[in-house]
């Protein structure tokens, strides 16, 4: 089980006060009876809708059938779905009327626009998303398997229970004759895992005029609470040489010996536990045959931390490790950035925060506060208050075992539609990015919570 979440401070308790307003004023209010009373009614039909998209391939850059699948059922529900470059499928909720243009603290009037292209003068949006992608190639066998209350498939927990609880919210507010009073937008982005480095989130807060209000991202184990975004740098490494045959050019510089060399150098690196930052080699390939000196070889590394000064100074020593050994064996070596992760974070009693953990609360739900890399890395490192929480049970994610429990479902999908109402409500009271600004990419350190638990999520 991940570590219990410490005591909390003078802050967070302010927070805390402040937020059960508004999450008490959701439960009373008619949208809310009238979306939970659907939900509960769906169950068995949220659960043939999560084995349906698992079913659905959507490899990390061929995510094209499930987006599809995705804007279709968007289209049943009359939403206007929208597509880009990147993939994305995104439909926005239309406020009920446009609502003045909220005040700063000066008197000065904020930007408006909901960041869907259509213009300004609406209020800022709130966005909720989860990723379309999986780590698993086309060819995996994703046909889901039923054993007492688990289902095991491949993505099944990453992410098709978010996608599919996605859009079982939209097809319940829909029946509740759902009318914000700022525009929500449903996204279903692309690129999450692996080296799709955020492209779908990057492509889609690229494009908007103004920034969202708040994101709340679907990702990730039942009880996990993630305002700590963790950066990564991602390097593809090739070392390359001259080659030659093993016998009659023994000596000759070897693009693998340099590789290896390097790997037994990183290895030995001190790393820091506060804050934490950590690499690993995920990929290794090179060479001809077993008996010819390797003229290529190459690697690939994750670089990550919670602090974005320790992840700078992490790869400033990797590459000249890397250099290093390439100069000791006499190859040459290339470093290519395939992956850029950046780091932000909220504090712990920024009211988003706070709102969440008492919608998790007040489904029963224990919040676990764990860093982690999500799409809302992105959003975070832009200063738009953003928070990762998870609305499944499961283990396994990134493996062919991977599966959900049936138990804890339906409190999933009670915790995203709080967060999402409560969420709402707060982003027309006028809160928002101007209301708490986010932090963005900062030396300052954060807590040291294991960011590898259960619960967590990390790509």
Same mark, same amino acid.
């Given at each position: ?6 005591? +909390? ?226 390097? +593809? ?16 510089? %070897? ?43 190459? /690697?690939?590394?994750?670089? +990550? ?103 804890? /479902? ?32 900062? %030396? ?16």
């Amino acid at each position: 089980m991940p570590p219990p979440t410490p005591a +909390r401070s003078a802050g967070e308790a302010a927070a805390a006060a402040a937020a059960g307003p508004l999450v008490r004023q959701v439960l009373q209010d008619p949208t809310w009876r009238h979306a939970w009373s659907y939900l509960r009614r769906q169950l068995d039909r949220y659960v043939e809708e999560i084995v349906r998209i698992t079913q659905i391939p959507a490899p990390t850059f061929a995510e094209e059938p499930r987006a599809r699948y995705v804007a279709a059922r968007l289209e049943e529900l009359g939403l206007a779905v929208r597509r880009d470059e990147a993939g994305n499928v995104w439909a926005p909720w239309p406020a009920l009327k446009p609502a003045p243009a909220p005040r700063d603290l000066a008197g000065r009037g904020r930007p408006t626009g909901h960041g869907t292209g259509d213009g300004a003068g609406s209020p800022a949006p709130v966005v909720i998303s989860a990723h379309l992608d999986t780590v698993f190639p086309p060819e995996t066998p994703l046909t889901v398997r039923r054993q007492g209350r688990r289902l095991y498939g491949p993505g099944i927990g990453d992410n098709s229970a978010s996608v599919a609880c996605l859009l079982l919210l939209a097809e319940a507010l829909s029946h509740a004759g759902f009318a914000p009073p700022v525009p929500v937008i449903w996204l279903f982005n692309t690129g999450e895992e692996g080296l799709g480095n955020l492209r779908g989130m990057r492509a889609f807060l690229d494009a908007c005029p103004v920034p969202p209000a708040a994101m709340l991202v679907l990702d990730g184990g039942l009880g996990m609470l993630c305002y700590r975004g963790i950066g990564s740098r991602r390097l +593809r490494v090739t070392f390359t040489g001259p080659g030659g045959h093993s016998w009659k050019d023994f000596g000759q510089p %070897s693009a693998i010996v340099a590789a290896g060399r390097a790997l037994a150098r990183l290895a030995s690196l001190p790393m820091p536990s506060e804050p934490r930052t950590t690499w690993n080699a995920g990929r290794i390939s090179g060479g001809t045959s077993v008996n010819t000196i390797a003229s290529t070889c190459q /690697l690939e590394l994750d670089l +990550r931390s919670e602090d974005a000064t320790a992840l700078a100074s992490l790869e400033q020593a990797v590459r000249q490790v890397l250099a290093e050994a390439a100069g000791e064996e006499g190859v040459d070596v290339d470093v290519a950035v395939v992956g850029d992760r950046p780091q932000g974070a909220l504090a712990p009693d920024h009211p988003l925060v706070a709102l969440v953990r008492e919608a998790m609360r007040t489904c029963g739900i224990p919040a676990h506060d764990l860093p982690a890399s999500t799409d809302a890395n992105l959003p975070l490192s832009r200063g738009i208050p953003a928070v990762t929480f998870g609305i499944r049970h499961g283990d396994g994610a990134h493996t062919l075992d991977e599966y959900i429990d049936r138990s804890g /479902l339906d409190r999933g999908l009670r915790l995203a539609l709080l967060a999402l109402l409560a969420t709402v409500g707060w982003a027309a009271a006028g809160g928002g990015r101007a209301a708490g600004e986010a932090a963005g990419p900062s %030396s300052a350190a954060s807590p040291g919570a294991a960011a590898s638990q259960s619960s967590g999520r990390e790509q």
